[in-house]
């Protein structure tokens, strides 16, 4: 007994020791990062709330069912299962120990029997994942293809050890009588069972033995989480805690620097413009990278991954993980000469540009940097709040801002809306253009001598530079001046007045003329004092709703789509012409995953007589981006295929006559694909894409007119 | 563009004087120099008429602690920058391309024959006059350059059918380019696509044949300042924005403007050819 005490407690010092040392060093390297942003340690209630759903509910794991099921009963093990770390502790000084109070009990007895099966059960099918998974069979399209593997197989080994030591201990227990159950625990009886006929020496030993296997294999499974990918079962509760809440999706934030907003009218002089090197991101972004599991649920996501280019969300992670290790002995340094004095690869190691070609050294190559459309498909897949989208364009920030180094095409739109405030460079007069050949006025604010919205006007329609000015989109914005006129909705523009809401600069990284055009567009809209906005464009309607409260513009922002439809629910616009058409709608991703506005084109669409909407695979919460978003729509797409066509051949797969979104980002996207496929011959020649506005237009008209060709 | 704050190692840019009338958003070649300037202290953009430019610089540098001023190497600005490095008895550094700082000390860098040697120098003194012409651009974008561009879109056809358009622009020593649909469909190469994005074009005369003028095309043919458009739809978006439209089938245009063009260019007159 005395040996098995003095044994286990060495073991224990060893592996604590270990860990603790790992352990400081991670914090040491946590430090190094700037302050956060003050908002991520308020709101003590809702982000308690979020530890409880998010880890103990595993809500985000369990959206994938297999995996999440396993996921769930390895995590609940590793919680229930704490108790016979008690119990083995316990039995080192006191060999018939039992948890005071409930440490006899039937219930308890079971209850970790049953999940010593659950996590072996678990254990099999994340096995059966990873063989079925391995990126040496699925190559690229594989999630864990880029993953540490061996590393994940020691993780799964190791449980599996933790697993069956135990169960020979507690049978040998149940043996030499000493176990702390009579009943309930059906799996450590089978054991017994199995060991019974070895003789009472035997388990004697096995008993022994057992407790300290058992023990030395959690110790070492402790040492190896810290020093692992795994270290996520002490990290994930508090990245989520401190994670950006309800998802870090929707609104990008303003650029911090020392966890304060940078003021560009006064900027410090040490102000730290995005993150140009890895000390640059706050302590949350190095648990971020520290939390990764690289379970590689958000590369399976991600539409540039899909498309073959260099972009992975969980690599750009486990990249920037790495590096912030490599270079933390450069960090930690505290003098010149101590710098001087580490090895050469450390020193290198902190020479290194966060963003370069791979071939010089860079951390983040630029095609992997400059290929993200900033669609939230990996935030909104991350188990663990991973804010992938923020830090991409933090360090687009950088570079922009600072480095001047980004696509070079992208320099025409900034210009055009540094000089016209459109992208196109059409400029503001060029904005009433769509109004020509309505049947009825269209109201522009100001023609009448109005200094503010008359009190008549329900919804100011911000129509949009696409909306303004594109084709397709002029036809979207006509549509929907033609369906509020038919309800009787008053409404107004404000013509030439509309600047662009600057999303596509903001995502660029190039957040001082963002806000430029942001603080000039809500001072107008709070000159004429707008209230209710109604939107078609899903990228204003995002920046309109979620990002001008933080230039002091408060509006109540609707999409059309959101509008119609309850226009439609409540009798205002009655679709009646039997339309008969095989129907498939595109989530834009700044309408759907950012704002979650998933229901009311498909409501839209489902109350037209003859519509029939069959879905694409990839929808709603999970569907991929048209190739626009995060400035894309500005920079040529030359690595691996078009995003836009891959969607595309996906939409085409439901043979519809009708392609619908709510985006003009992704109509031209959608109507570029159709247009190519149909030149190869591989679509037929009448689908044709467009927004569910002007589907719902061409059943509520009283003469339908046939469809006008292209 | 940058707001005033407080200095550190200020460096004044002076505004390229090619500046249009737009006097609220600087050039091309300002930006750069404001972005080098950047490297090596905090930029400070002045804009001064030609004439009192080397006066207004150096009343500066005589009340503020410089670290250095950076002016365009063009005409005025090689004038300029030798009046104010004379008057104020400091160094002067001409046609750098590149800026950096290595422990306090500024490092330019020059470029002589066409690139292939660099000449790194350190600066001790300050402040450090420096003409500047920013590292130039790939020359790949011949076609943003072009004087004369034809280009086709999906009204064109085919492949086959660019090679008319090619002879056009040949015979008019121009480039060939095309549109955003017209790239994809592999008529034309890729890189010779005039979109936004894309290559965005300025020449003196562009000929637009069976492009119907989407508002990205647009966008990049803006600053083209003769516009001639051929296609067969009266109503496309193309037409409204060409100095001449022709509504007709580019496949019978075509060939009579080569033919006009041949005669004009080696008219049958004896005289004319040499003998």
Known sequence: ?710 | MFPPMPLADPVLVLADQADDDDVTTPTQATRELLMLARRIGTPVLVRFPVEQAADALIGIAERTHLRAILITADGHGEMISAHVSVRLESPIITDVTDLSIDHGCLITVQESAHGTDHITSEVHSAPAVITMCPRPRRRALVLAEADVVVAGGRGVGSAEGFSLLARLANELGGCLGCTHTAGELGWAPRHACISLPGAQIKPRLYVAGGVSGSLRHRAAVRRARTVVAIDSDPNAPILREADFGIVGDLHQVLPAVLDELAQRISPNSPDSVEA
């Open chain 1, 1 to 710: 007994m005395l040996v098995r005490l003095i044994i286990g407690l060495a073991m224990t010092a060893v592996a604590f020791g270990l860990a603790a040392r790992r352990v400081l060093t991670l914090y040491r390297i946590g430090r190094l990062g700037q302050p956060v942003e003050p908002g991520r340690t308020r709101d003590v209630v809702p982000r308690a709330k979020a530890v409880l759903i998010e880890v103990f509910g595993q809500r985000k794991l369990l959206k994938w069912t297999g995996a999440g099921a396993a996921h769930f009963a390895v995590f609940w093990g590793f919680v229930i299962l704490g108790a016979t770390i008690v119990e083995g502790y316990g039995a080192l000084f006191q060999r018939n120990f039992h948890i005071p109070l409930i440490g006899t009990d039937t219930w308890l007895g079971f209850l970790e029997d049953l999940f010593i099966v659950a996590v072996l059960c678990g254990l099999a099918a994340f096995a059966a994942i990873r063989l079925r998974q391995s990126p040496s069979r699925e190559g690229r399209s594989s999630r864990f293809s880029g993953s540490h593997l061996g590393a994940a197989w020691l993780v799964l080994f190791m449980i599996f050890n933790v697993m069956w030591t135990l169960l020979l201990y507690r049978g040998a227990q149940i043996n030499t009588g000493y176990f702390p159950y009579k009943h309930g625990a059906f799996a450590s009886e089978i054991a017994a069972k199995i060991l019974h006929p070895l003789g009472h020496t035997a388990n004697d030993v096995l008993e022994t033995v057992g407790i300290l296997g058992s023990l030395g294999v959690v110790l070492a499974f402790l040492v190896l989480v810290v020093n692992s990918k795994h270290l996520h079962i002490f990290l994930a509760p508090f990245n989520i805690a401190f994670s950006r809440r309800p998802r870090a999706l929707g609104a990008l934030l303003p650029i911090y620097s020392e966890g304060k907003e940078v003021d560009f009218e006064d900027p410090g002089e040490d102000d730290k413009i995005g993150r140009g090197a890895i000390e640059d991101f706050t302590w949350k972004g190095l648990l971020d990278f520290a939390t990764c599991t690289e379970c590689g649920r958000c590369q399976s996501q991600c539409p540039a991954w899909n498309t073959e280019k260099p972009l992975s969300p969980k690599l750009l992670i486990m990249s920037l993980r790495d590096h912030a290790l490599a270079k933390a002995p450069y960090l930690l340094a505290d003098s010149d000469e101590a710098r001087a004095a580490l090895p050469e690869a450390v020193r290198a190691e902190g020479e290194r540009p966060l963003v370069g070609p791979i071939g010089e050294g860079g951390v983040i190559d630029p095609d992997v940097l400059w290929s993200c459309v900033t669609c939230g498909a990996c935030v909104e897949q991350c188990p663990v709040d991973i804010e992938h989208v923020d830090h991409i364009v933090d360090m687009r920030r950088y570079q922009v801002m600072i480095e001047s180094e980004f696509p070079h095409e992208a320099q025409g739109m900034l210009r055009n809306l540094e000089r016209k405030g459109d992208p196109w460079g059409r400029g503001n007069k060029a904005r009433l253009e769509w109004t020509q050949g309505l049947p009825f006025e269209v109201r522009v604010f100001g023609e009448g001598g109005e200094e503010t919205l008359p009190a008549d006007v329900e919804y100011l329609f911000w129509v949009g530079c696409a909306g303004s000015l594109d084709d397709n989109a002029k036809k979207t914005s006509r549509s929907v001046a033609e369906l509020l006129h038919e309800a009787g909705v008053e409404f107004m523009i404000l013509g030439s007045g509309e600047t662009c809401t600057g999303d596509a600069a903001r995502r660029l990284g190039q957040e001082l003329l963002f806000q430029e055009l942001a603080k000039q567009n809500v001072e107008t809209l709070n000159e004429v004092g707008a209230r209710k906005i109604v939107v078609t464009c899903a990228h204003c309607f995002n920046t309109l709703s979620n990002e001008y409260p933080q230039f002091g513009g408060n509006y109540e922002v609707v999409h059309h789509t959101e509008l119609l439809a309850k226009l439609v629910a409540e009798g205002e616009l009655r679709p009646v012409n039997d339309l008969d058409v095989a129907v498939t709608y595109h989530d834009p991703c700044y309408l759907g995953r950012h704002n979650r506005v998933f229901s009311p084109p498909r409501e839209i669409l489902g109350a037209i007589p003859g519509v029939r909407l069959t879905e694409m695979p990839r929808n709603k919460e999970r569907s991929f981006c048209c190739g626009a978003g995060g400035a894309r729509m500005w920079m040529e797409e030359t690595i691996g295929t078009r995003i836009n066509e891959t969607r595309t051949d996906e939409a085409l797969g439901t043979e519809p006559d009708l392609v619908t979104a709510a985006c003009p980002y992704c109509i031209v996207m959608l109507t570029d694909g159709v247009n190519t496929r149909k030149q190869e011959g591989k679509a037929p020649e009448d689908v044709r894409v467009t927004d569910v506005s002007e589907v719902l237009l061409r059943s509520i008209r009283k003469n339908p007119e046939p469809p006008t060709p292209e």
